[in-house]
């Protein structure tokens, strides 16, 4: 089975400072990962997703992470905060099962929690 | 186009009641996922539809907790026999197709169990 860790429930940064929200994941398989924001009241918002390529990979709003398949992370980075940023992050993984079919469900890290200071 | 909408917002209801919780997925999305928020639990899946069946249940916490989804497109949660612990947001999220996409998600309707 899959799963996903996110280090740091909390993460907070003045307006203009780099963002880095961690997430780490462990998978037998290739995994797919994925990075949503989750604003108050609101649902989720794909900011951007690895499948297979390009290990780089650039969202919405600015945001970029790495697939680093020797460290299992896919952190996510912005280079610039801003206040608008605040929100709850998740990343989230999902694999092929055995029989290379797919049911696509997510398993989801903890969250993070970004605050950004004026 | 619209995207995917969940009804009612907010519920509150008590202890021992049965409620229904309705998604709206966006048109032409063959793909239905429930997922329940909590405090304590954080993100947890509950259950995945192709089309109107469910071949994976696996996230359902209960026999209390049911759902079912009609002509390829809305789905209902039922959840019996309510408890305390069932107190959680309930999202709903679609995408297209039997391939891992992304998923687009509701706002989640709210479900206090008093």
């Known amino acids: 089975a899959q799963s996903v860790t996110q280090l740091g429930s909390h993460v907070s940064v003045s307006e203009g400072a780099l963002v880095l929200l961690r997430c780490n994941y462990s998978s037998s398989v290739p995994p797919y990962l994925f990075w949503y924001v989750q604003y108050p009241n609101q649902g989720l918002q794909l900011l951007l997703k690895y499948t297979t390529g390009a290990t780089l990979v650039k969202g919405i709003n600015g945001f970029e992470a790495e697939f680093k398949k020797s460290e299992t992370s896919f952190h996510l980075t912005k280079p610039s905060a801003h206040m608008s940023d605040a929100a709850e992050y998740f990343c989230a993984v999902s694999v092929y099962n055995a029989g290379g079919t797919s049911y696509g469900k997510l398993t989801f890290g903890q969250g993070t929690i970004l605050t950004v200071h004026p | 186009g619209a995207g995917v909408s969940q009804s009612p917002s907010n519920k509150v209801t008590e202890k021992g009641k049965d409620v229904e919780l309705r998604c709206d997925p966006i048109?032409?999305?063959?793909?239905l996922y429930w997922y329940r928020q909590s405090l304590g639990q954080g993100l947890e899946f509950l259950i995945y539809f192709q089309g109107n069946s469910a071949p994976d249940k696996s996230g359902l916490p209960s026999d209390r907790f049911s759902a079912e989804r009609t002509g390829g497109s809305v789905s209902t949660l039922t959840i019996q026999r309510t408890q305390q612990e069932d107190s959680a947001v309930y999202l709903c999220?679609?995408?297209?197709?039997?391939?891992?996409?992304?998923?687009?998600f509701g706002p989640g309707t709210r479900l206090t169990v008093t």
């Open positions: 999220a679609s995408s297209f197709g039997r391939q891992i996409r992304e998923q687009y």
């Open positions: 048109s032409g999305h063959t793909a």
